[in-house]
């Protein structure tokens, strides 16, 4: 099963998007709202590079944000 997790935080049109093509694919995540858990964005930071929102993690790897997620969807690999 694949495990997919996203950072976000509220206002962010990008982390909208991200959040709505995942659930279009019917595929589940966890989300980390980094306002709401301050705590989540010092655990973002660590796992990758990106410093944008979203950031998304597919089985532990950093993609990067929606840009990277909406090519591997248009590759077919969500």
Request: glycine residues 8%.
């Amino acid at each position: 099963m694949t495990k997919i997790e996203i950072y976000t935080r509220p206002g962010c049109g990008y982390c909208i998007h991200a959040k709505r093509l995942l659930q279009s694919k019917g595929l589940n995540f966890s989300e980390y709202d980094v306002y709401q858990n301050p705590e989540y964005l010092d655990q973002m930071r660590m796992r990758g590079q990106g410093r944008s929102f979203p950031q998304v993690f597919i089985n532990n790897k950093s993609i990067g944000g929606f840009d990277e997620l909406l090519v591997l969807e248009k590759q077919n690999h969500l």
